[in-house]
């Protein structure tokens, strides 16, 4: 009893101050959803790009957040702020269920005050880490999809350009054909295409997409489009030429990692194998004599 009555304050305060700070972010999303679509226009229209800017009715506890973690979000492809305040909420969710089981779980086993804290601690770390690992996860998995489906999306835009097609018509035409296949690259181009479309130069909105994703083909689409543009040369040609080069490129990685494999897997067989191995060798000759020495004390 003397144990619940410690622990409990100490709960209730974490639980109190994790449930305004999530609820003022809910408020928050709530008052940033409502705000009409003049507002929430960035400032593309005036030609300037920072994928991580708030307008004045978006800044608020979200704002706070260090601008690593938000460039974090937006290469995770939480790129509004609605999205990002919405993985805060839920982090801060999933916080205060860590630490309540963990908490919990530590009472129903009659443990002291200490106990019951440290429990705590640790579901408070466990209830940190998971949402992060996956945000990491999510990073990790879209920077390889939109990766993998680049040279197909040059390829489509190739084929188009050659049809007849102008630029914007292509990367409109693309951006609906991936949106079966990959919905990450399909979402970075139909907002690239917004960008254009508010007057920004192809170079500028897909140096932006680069810092989004952090996909570099972007930034080598964007200098090719510039080249194009300045030397007048020719565009489908000059897409063709850089999606061998990716092709080759991609080849080129897939063809290291395979000669990493073999040298990381001698680790386990060292570790594992090796032991084993030798115990099957010597483990009769050590057991025969044993036997012999044995017999020989014995006798």
């Known amino acids: 009893m003397e144990t619940i009555v410690i622990i409990l ?16 972010l809910i408020a928050r999303w709530y008052a940033l959803h409502n705000v009409t679509s003049e507002t929430t226009v960035p400032a593309i229209a005036r030609g300037t790009i920072d994928p991580w800017a708030f ?42 269920i860590a630490v309540t089981c963990c908490s919990w779980l530590a009472m129903s086993f009659n443990s002291s005050s200490t106990a019951i804290f440290l429990a705590g601690c640790m579901g408070a770390v466990i209830g940190w880490w998971i949402p992060f690992s ?12 939109i990766g993998s489906e680049f040279p197909v999306m ?27 296949a990959s919905d990450a690259i399909a979402q ?30 972007f930034r080598s689409l964007g200098s090719l489009l510039e080249q194009t543009e300045r030397f007048g040369t020719g565009m489908s040609l000059m897409i063709q030429v850089l999606c061998e080069s990716m092709r080759y490129e991609e080849i080129q990685v897939l063809e290291e990692r395979a000669h990493q494999a073999s040298v990381k ?15 099957l060798i010597l483990g009769p000759m050590v057991l025969m004599m044993l036997d012999v020495f044995k017999r020989t004390t014995a006798d």
């Open 9 to 24: 304050p100490l709960i209730a305060g974490g639980v109190t101050l994790i449930a305004v700070v999530g609820l003022s």
């Open 55 to 96: 307008t004045d009715q978006q800044r608020g506890l979200i704002a706070l957040l260090p601008k690593s973690l938000r460039r974090t979000f937006t290469v995770a492809g939480f790129a509004t702020p609605n999205a990002q305040v919405k993985f805060v909420a839920i982090h801060a969710l999933i916080l205060v």
């Open 134 to 145: 996956w945000l990491e996860w999510r990073v990790t998995k879209r920077r390889i999809e």
């Open 154 to 180: 040059l390829d489509l835009l190739q084929i188009s350009l050659q049809g007849g097609m102008s630029l914007p018509t292509a990367w409109e035409t693309v951006a609906k054909t991936l949106e079966s």
């Open 188 to 217: 970075e181009m139909r907002w690239i295409n917004l960008e254009v479309g508010f007057g920004v130069r192809w170079g500028e909105s897909l140096m932006a997409a680069t810092e989004r994703t952090g996909v570099t083909q």
């Open 265 to 279: 897997l001698m680790i386990p067989l060292v570790v594992l194998m090796l032991p084993a191995t030798i115990l």
